[in-house]
């Protein structure tokens, strides 16, 4: 359990994003904030990330490690595929 509430995650979590969006932007793609649920972190990687092969790796070992470092180690990324914007409690 997360010692903090999603609300006070949002700033920490959007730094980090801020933080990584640069090294994402330089293979052509980028990374955007869609929610935060208890705890879970829910990112839609877009441009030349959607469908990449590398694209889990992105998010397990770029964003989720440094949000796990930089915030708490029980953050959980989620990255959302198009189309199921608005089916969150259906992943992760």
Partial sequence: MLPFSDEELQPAVMSVIE?????????????????????????????AC????????????GVERQMQTLI????????VPAGFEDKLDQLG
Wanted: charged content about 20%; hydrophobic content about 35%.
């Fill in 19 to 47: 933080k990584v969006r640069p090294s994402i932007k330089l293979d052509g793609g980028d990374i955007q904030l869609l929610d935060i649920k208890d705890g879970k972190v829910y990112v839609q990687l877009q441009g």
């Fill in 50 to 61: 959607v469908g990449c092969g590398s694209s889990g790796t992105t998010i397990k070992f």
């Fill in 72 to 79: 708490h180690p029980e953050i959980t990324v989620i990255n």
